[in-house]
């Protein structure tokens, strides 16, 4: 468990403004939970609402938080990555500000570089959102 925004803010390669998540929960090498607060000030806020876009990097870098804290595992540093493709998105409601997304990473599969998973995002134990998406290392 890593709460210190700072530590967490090292195992990803986003940096400010651009950071979504804010707290390492669990973390097995199949699994991975974070959280993240929804302040009023961050770009993908709109109408006190954070917005769709917003939900989907806040997943992208809930997969990149487990990539990066394996890497540190091992003594490296935290890779690029990107969404190589989204099979699907199903978003039920925008948080508002003040609200924390508890986000649930399970990998489906790794395979040089590519990780396919299952994310869902949870907001006062309700799931808001869900996806599978496929996120690609830089070579």
Do not use: W
């Not at 195992?11 to 991975?32: A, G, R």
């Not at 954070?50 to 990539?67: D, N, R, Y």
């Not at 394996?70 to 190589?84: D, E, Q, R, S």
């Not at 925008?94 to 994310?119: A, C, R, Y």
Request: charge should be neutral; glycine fraction near 4%; aromatic fraction near 8%.
């Amino acid at each position: 468990m890593i709460v210190d925004s700072d530590k967490v803010k090292k195992l990803i390669p986003q940096k400010e403004p651009f950071v979504m998540v804010d707290e390492l929960l669990t973390y097995t090498e199949e699994h991975l939970k974070s959280r993240f607060r929804v302040a009023s000030n961050n770009i993908f806020v709109e109408d006190n609402h954070f917005v769709e876009s917003g939900i989907i990097e806040h997943m992208a870098q809930s997969v990149a938080l487990h990539t990066g804290y394996h890497f540190f595992l091992k003594n490296k540093p935290a890779p690029i990555g990107y969404i190589g493709s989204i099979k699907s998105v199903i978003i039920n409601r925008l948080p508002k500000t003040g609200e924390s997304l508890e986000t649930k990473v399970d990998i489906i599969q790794e395979f040089m570089g590519v990780t396919l998973v299952n994310i869902e995002v949870f907001c006062k134990n309700e799931i808001i959102a869900k996806s599978q998406m496929k996120t690609v290392l830089a070579k």
